[in-house]
């Protein structure tokens, strides 16, 4: 899990590319209100039914689920892989793991920060579970229960694994934290092939297979978005900074973020839904700092289902069946949504993504200020 040096640099590169600073002097508005163009429409689509159930959920509407057969081969040999039930807990808090492996009837469970050290362990039987057959990139692995285990009271908030592979966010007991770091879940959704398909393959010049809804209860190893975050999360384990850490479907409960004094995006979040965008406006709008480390941030709407299980994102708006609203899952820079990314961290990719690639440089960007405390 630890970043070789290309990591490293990848990710120094991406914070002076999109790097956003939003300090706000507090002024004459409520920290509730928020522009009018981004506050929720006032009279959404109705739901196809009326019984209040959770099939009755707005925002977990979709039909198309993905373009075409095509599927991307997986290998989990010779590892332990599996999900839990979610992704952050409190200290204390249970998890239920859906695990599969070579068959052990005493096989040793470690849960791990990001230095490798090994904070909490058990002790389950497992064996080799069968992936769900039907799309299981929607549907899940559906899994059999492995174990249900209570986090130790006392856990640090922060980014830790399940035998080294399986992320989980620990939001920690402070009420008023100075800082809040938001690790983007929503991208390592989007971006994990487990099941055969992702919001981007299988894709060929010809015709696109990708998937348009995708679950979180399935494997979802971190791995390519870790080496764009691990360097800055050891570091800040060595800091004396009180810090919370949430994933990205806690920003749309605005108590996770509401008494810290700085919200922090880090790596790659490029997947957000509406309701965190309009939270992490509101907390800049009370007078709070936003620090933002995070290349292509806000680049995809997403909307998520009430069991927060599964994520939508058709990046069309001709297929998705809430197309012309403002939760149509395109580019936040597209015109109807009247929300461009740069109302909300003053940049964006389409205007500072990349450089011209050069030879003697990484994607053509220079260090300008050797001095500068990003490095």
Known sequence: ?????????????????????????????????????????????????????????????????????????????????????KFSYKPGEKVTLYLSGAKNSNQKINLTDQLGNVVFSFSTAIDVQTINPDKPWVNGFAFNKTATVTLPGNLKSGIYYWTDNIPLVCTGTDSAPEIVVVYPTNTIIAYCLSGGKNVYKPQDAVKTSRACVVSTQRYTPPDAIDSQTNSFFQWMMQQNYRVKYIS????????????????????????????????????????????????????????????????????????????????????????????PTTSSIGADFDSGGYADRLSNRLDGFKVASENSPLL
């Not at 590169?13 to 928020?34: E, F, G, H, M, Q």
């Not at 790596?267 to 509101?282: A, C, L, V």
């Open 248 to 339: 990205d479907m806690d920003m749309e409960n605005y108590a996770e973020i509401q008494n810290a004094k700085t919200l922090m995006i880090v790596g790659h979040s490029e997947y957000w839904t509406r309701k965190g965008r309009q939270n992490f406006d509101k907390f800049v709008a009370s007078g709070r700092n936003a620090f933002v480390l995070s290349g292509n941030t806000m680049y995809f709407q997403v909307r998520h289902n009430l069991k927060k299980n599964t994520m939508i994102c058709y990046k069309s708006d001709s297929h998705d069946p809430l197309r012309q609203t403002p939760y149509s899952t395109v580019l936040w820079n597209t015109p109807f949504l009247g929300y």
């Open 1 to 85: 899990m630890k970043p070789n040096t290309l990591g490293r640099r990848r990710f120094i590169a991406s914070t002076l590319t999109l790097v956003a600073y939003s300090s706000c002097k507090k002024v004459d508005i409520n920290p509730v209100d928020v522009p009018t163009s981004q506050t929720e429409p006032a009279n959404p689509i109705p739901p196809n039914q009326s019984n209040n159930s959770v099939e009755d959920d707005y925002l977990g509407q979709f039909l198309e689920t993905e373009y075409g057969p095509d599927l991307m081969p997986n290998d989990f040999s010779k590892k332990i892989i599996g999900y839990s039930d």
